[in-house]
């Protein structure tokens, strides 16, 4: 029963997602917000939902492990496999913004996020209303800094989503919302009954099936956008993931209950495979090729990354 629950959690996450960001664009467009903004803010924040909800649900229950792997094996993943993956179909540009702004906000965050925790072991509530006004300030700047470049900013945007009705937009918002939520309660429940049957720790699956499973979407879209020879999602796009699954879905998480550290491996090793991961890609970015990343650094991360989930259950 634990691979069903987790396996229909996996797909009411997806459901909801999907759901979620539609009624959240289509109401943004209500309240007259820009595109740019919707795309930068609330697309980023809607996308983000899976990782919260499963999050807070984990918290909750009493399995902090979950909370706190589900977000470090997220930010792997989105860079381990989702980047590496796509690169292998198809090269990435990698633009200024990458290395002047968005690359060094990631890594000031992963940092913050490892002296944060081994400080007392345990994430607080004040300590999450730091991240969470430390994520405002970087949305201030990386709207300021967007506004120059709203086309590329806001092409994921579905302008059609403007005309939506209320009543549509009350609709989705209330299947998204309920899918997340019961997709979230059976992921955790599954994670942990699939943990007890094997003998290993929640910290281990949580790192690895569960993050899997919540960087899906865009694992597929970036594949989907690699074979059709389009733009695949951007380097700014997964970064940006990671500096809200940090910011807003550990504060956020934090602030409902305050999350512990209760398997040393998250201190002793995963934080710094989560920081490893984000630190490799400024030299990545330039060497060989410049500013590209392509099929054989594709290869590398996604190698590193088989490496991790290997070392994790071994």
């Not at 492990?65 to 989105?78: C, E, F, K, P, Y």
């Not at 292998?88 to 890594?107: H, K």
């Not at 944060?116 to 006004?133: F, M, Q, V, W």
């Not at 970064?239 to 998480?253: D, E, K, M, Q, R």
């Amino acid at each position: 029963m634990s691979i069903f629950y987790i396996l229909a959690g996996f797909a009411l996450l997806v459901v909801g997602g999907e759901f979620l960001v539609r009624s959240s664009v289509g109401l943004s467009f209500k309240l007259n917000l820009s595109k740019m903004v919707i795309g930068l803010t609330v697309v980023s924040f809607a996308t983000s939902a899976p990782e919260l909800l499963v999050s807070v649900q984990a918290a909750l229950e009493g399995s902090p492990d979950i909370a706190l792997g589900n977000v470090i094996g997220s930010n792997i993943a989105n860079i381990g496999l989702v980047l590496g993956v796509t690169a292998i179909i198809s090269s990435l540009g990698v633009d200024r913004d990458f290395y002047r702004f968005n690359w060094p906000v990631m890594v000031l965050f992963s940092i913050v996020l490892y002296f944060l925790l081994a400080n007392d072991g345990k994430l607080t509530a004040s300590e999450g209303i730091g991240l969470l006004l430390g994520l405002a300030v970087y949305l201030f700047f990386l709207i300021r800094r967007a506004r120059g470049a709203q086309k590329a900013h806001s092409e994921e945007v579905d302008e059609q989503l403007a005309t939506t009705s209320y009543f549509k937009i009350i609709i989705w918002l209330l299947i998204g919302g309920a899918a997340l939520y019961f997709g979230s309660e059976w992921l955790v429940r599954g994670a942990k009954d699939l943990a007890s049957a094997v003998g290993i720790s929640e910290y281990a699956i949580s790192v690895t099936v569960i993050a899997i499973g919540t960087s899906v979407p865009e694992l597929a879209a970036s594949v989907i956008a690699a074979l059709r020879k389009e733009k695949a999602i951007s380097l700014g796009n997964l970064i940006g993931s990671n500096i809200f699954n940090i910011a807003s879905v550990l504060g956020i998480t934090s602030l409902i209950k305050p999350i512990n550290v209760i398997d040393p491996i998250i201190l002793e090793t995963n934080i710094f495979w989560m920081i490893g991961f984000a630190v490799v890609l400024l030299p990545l970015a330039f060497v060989p090729v410049k500013l590209e990343l392509g099929r054989y650094k594709g290869l590398l991360l996604l190698g590193a990354y088989l490496l991790f989930v290997a070392l994790t259950f071994i």
